[in-house]
């Protein structure tokens, strides 16, 4: 069979050429970009509230804590969240090396959280307590772990989402952490 002669008329390409042009716009946009970066709205700015309440027998979180001239690095966990036992570790040594870290523990029941901490170690130096997630909107934590890098006088520097740990964690947060060490 042949198609000698026969003309097609030009709006007959059209549907495929356009829908080639959007499926290309689709695989270009998996590609284009970090999309493990998170973008948060609250870099650069003051750090939100904190939970009123802390653990039961923990120093609560306040925010002078923030603000007392020294870089703070805040983590939202939960007893849980199997990511959040997976950075513990790394939190220890953060805290090990004189860095201080805070606790908020979110979504949580005081005597889980408690009965972990009691478990594996507590490496925060001072806790907040949000049952309900309250606090966790505010700083728009999605899920948990979520740390934030937090200068001297209480500005946000930096958001990591996920747990501290692997290669993202030592390509991404450490240089994060080493810069805001230099500055502050």
Request: hydrophobic letters at 45%; proline letters at 9%; aromatic letters at 10%.
């Amino acid at each position: 069979m042949k198609l000698v002669g026969v003309k097609l008329p030009v709006l007959a390409l059209l549907p495929p050429v356009v829908f080639a042009a959007v499926g290309g716009l689709f695989v270009a946009g998996m590609f284009w970009g970090d999309g493990d970066d998170l973008p948060s709205m609250l870099v650069g700015k003051t750090a939100p509230a904190l939970p009123a309440d802390g653990l039961i027998g923990k120093p609560i979180l306040e925010r002078s804590d923030l603000a007392s001239g020294e870089l703070t690095i805040v983590n939202f966990w939960a007893s849980w969240c199997p990511p959040c036992r997976a950075e513990h570790p790394t939190l220890t040594e953060l805290s090990d090396q004189g860095l201080r870290v805070a606790g908020v523990n979110f979504r949580d029941q005081q005597d889980d959280a408690l009965e972990y901490l009691n478990a594996e170690g507590d490496p925060f130096f001072a806790h907040g307590f949000d049952p309900r997630g309250r606090t966790s909107i505010d700083w728009g934590v999605t899920a948990p772990p979520e740390t934030f890098i937090v200068d001297g006088e209480g500005t946000v520097l930096f958001r990591f989402a996920g747990p501290l740990i692997g290669s993202d964690y030592e390509q991404r947060f450490l240089p994060a952490l080493n810069e805001a060490i230099s500055i502050n």
